[in-house]
């Protein structure tokens, strides 16, 4: 058997906590020997196949420890980085890097080595507005926006934010679409759809799991829940201080204490066991920034709704309808409007044939459509194509 090409993969975080991140190192390892570079940050937990080397550089430290260093440190810590990563990425064909920090990487380990190594370049979050110059961030972004059309490709995970990336960017290629989905093996096959859907449909359970705040309809989905006088409502994910204080007062002036159950921000490997006893997901955005509008195809919730056969109610604008519009598993509703909410709750429950169905077509267009394998794939062919694999 002939040796697998090898590629490298760089981001400044820990790869662990980004899901389609990991996902999408998977999937080159099927084709390629990954040499995977990211930063020796909060604890590890991801196994990896074992043609991937996983490289943490750095010394460990959590995110909060890392924020909280001088903007001297922070320079220092990111040009070793660059410098140890160089060190590694010697015998690879091509570096596939994630947003600004993994990109300005990966071009400056060009002149580490003093030899072009084709890079692609995976966006997931955008900055409307550029830090100050005087950050490390700022710099960085600004590094980005000059160096960006060296890249082979540029991909992003929706098409409003591929459109603005493309304008401030000065962007003279398009940008390849690869939605957020998840992998196709999330969720394993349920034997008996028919048993889960009635015991849901039995318990009525509201499921919220994201960062929990006033952009993410905190209030809207609560008041909306405590019109369905039988139903239970459980939320999982970051909650602040600030935010928990004013979630226990709605759920206070709600009376919902003996039906509101917050579970924590638990591992990513544990939320499908809660999803899939879920009635129905939520996935509402308050129109805030870019980051939170333009995120159809983004916000890979929806789609772990779908592969747990859950009907979703998601943010009634004219990008989710069009994207959305002929799934009848999506309900929509106005994120500042509990009444709206309360709507799209009560036509998801007001029968139980039609619920049965749209769970069952929920899971149907996951495994068809969107999965991260589907979307993917295109990105292997072309990657293939850059290295002549």
Same mark, same amino acid.
């Given at each position: 058997?002939?040796?697998?090409?090898?590629?490298?993969?760089?981001?400044?975080?820990?790869?662990?906590?980004?899901?389609?991140?990991?996902?999408?190192?998977?999937?080159?390892?099927?084709?390629?020997?990954?040499?995977?570079?990211?930063?020796?940050?909060?604890?590890?937990?991801?196994?990896?196949?074992?043609?991937?080397?996983?490289?943490?550089?750095?010394?460990?430290?959590?995110?909060?420890?890392?924020e909280k260093q001088s903007r001297k440190t922070k320079l220092v810590e990111y040009y070793r980085?660059?410098?140890?990563?160089?060190?590694?990425?010697?015998?690879?064909?091509?570096?596939?890097?994630?947003?600004?920090?993994?990109?300005?990487?990966?071009?400056?380990?060009?002149?580490?080595?003093?030899?072009?190594?084709?890079?692609?370049?995976?966006?997931?979050?955008?900055?409307?507005?550029?830090?100050?110059?005087?950050s490390l961030s700022g710099f960085v972004e600004r590094l980005e926006r000059r160096w960006i059309?060296?890249?082979?490709?540029?991909?992003?995970?929706?098409?409003?934010?591929?459109?603005?990336?493309?304008?401030?960017?000065?962007?003279?290629?398009?940008?390849?679409?690869?939605?957020?989905?998840?992998?196709?093996?999330?969720?394993?096959?349920?034997?008996?759809?028919?048993?889960?859907?009635?015991?849901?449909?039995?318990?009525?359970?509201?499921?919220?799991?994201?960062?929990?705040?006033?952009?993410?309809?905190?209030?809207?989905?609560?008041?909306?829940?405590?019109?369905?006088?039988?139903?239970?409502?459980?939320?999982?994910?970051?909650?602040?201080?600030?935010?928990?204080?004013?979630?226990?007062?709605?759920?206070?002036?709600?009376?919902?204490?003996?039906?509101?159950?917050?579970?924590?921000?638990?591992?990513?490997?544990d939320l499908q066991v809660h999803t899939l006893k879920a009635t129905l997901g939520f996935a509402?955005?308050?129109?805030?920034?870019?980051?939170?509008?333009?995120?159809?195809? %983004?916000?890979?919730?929806?789609?772990?709704?779908? /592969?747990?056969?859950?009907?979703? @109610?998601?943010? !009634?604008? +004219? &990008? #989710? =309808?069009?994207?959305?519009?002929?799934?009848?598993?999506?309900?929509? %509703?106005?994120?500042?409007?509990?009444?709206?909410? /309360?709507?799209?709750?009560?036509? @998801?429950?007001? !029968?139980? +044939? &039609? #619920? =049965?169905?749209?769970?069952?077509?929920?899971?149907?267009?996951?495994?068809?459509?969107?999965?991260?394998?589907?979307?993917?794939?295109?990105?292997?062919?072309?990657?293939?194509?850059?290295?002549?694999?």
């Amino acid at each position: 058997m002939s040796k697998k090409q090898r590629i490298g993969v760089i981001l400044y975080t820990n790869p662990d906590y980004y899901p389609v991140t990991a996902h999408a190192v998977e999937l080159l390892s099927k084709k390629f020997d990954v040499t995977l570079i990211g930063r020796n940050q909060e604890p590890t937990f991801w196994s990896y196949p074992d043609n991937v080397s996983v490289l943490r550089l750095g010394e460990y430290s959590s995110v909060k420890e890392k924020e909280k260093q001088s903007r001297k440190t922070k320079l220092v810590e990111y040009y070793r980085f660059i410098r140890d990563s160089a060190r590694h990425l010697q015998d690879v064909s091509l570096i596939y890097a994630y947003d600004s920090f993994g990109y300005v990487a990966a071009y400056l380990c060009q002149g580490l080595l003093h030899k072009r190594i084709k890079i692609v370049y995976q966006n997931h979050e955008l900055s409307e507005n550029l830090p100050s110059l005087l950050s490390l961030s700022g710099f960085v972004e600004r590094l980005e926006r000059r160096w960006i059309n060296k890249a082979e490709i540029v991909i992003l995970p929706d098409e409003d934010r591929a459109s603005y990336f493309t304008k401030v960017n000065a962007l003279t290629q398009s940008p390849m679409i690869v939605p957020n989905f998840p992998p196709r093996n999330l969720v394993a096959s349920i034997d008996n759809w028919d048993e889960l859907i009635k015991s849901r449909w039995e318990s009525k359970i509201l499921f919220y799991r994201g960062t929990i705040s006033d952009v993410s309809a905190m209030e809207e989905m609560l008041t909306a829940s405590a019109t369905v006088s039988d139903a239970a409502i459980r939320f999982v994910g970051f909650l602040n201080e600030a935010e928990d204080i004013r979630l226990q007062k709605i759920v206070m002036e709600q009376a919902l204490a003996n039906r509101f159950l917050y579970l924590g921000k638990l591992p990513y490997q544990d939320l499908q066991v809660h999803t899939l006893k879920a009635t129905l997901g939520f996935a509402l955005y308050k129109g805030i920034d870019l980051n939170r509008t333009a995120c159809v195809s %983004a916000c890979q919730k929806i789609y772990e709704y779908a /592969a747990c056969g859950l009907p979703v @109610i998601v943010t !009634d604008s +004219s &990008n #989710y =309808r069009n994207f959305l519009g002929e799934e009848i598993w999506v309900k929509f %509703a106005n994120p500042n409007d509990s009444q709206s909410v /309360a709507a799209a709750i009560s036509s @998801i429950l007001s !029968d139980f +044939s &039609n #619920y =049965r169905a749209i769970c069952l077509a929920a899971r149907e267009s996951f495994e068809s459509r969107f999965n991260y394998e589907a979307v993917f794939e295109p990105v292997v062919s072309e990657l293939k194509e850059l290295i002549q694999v």
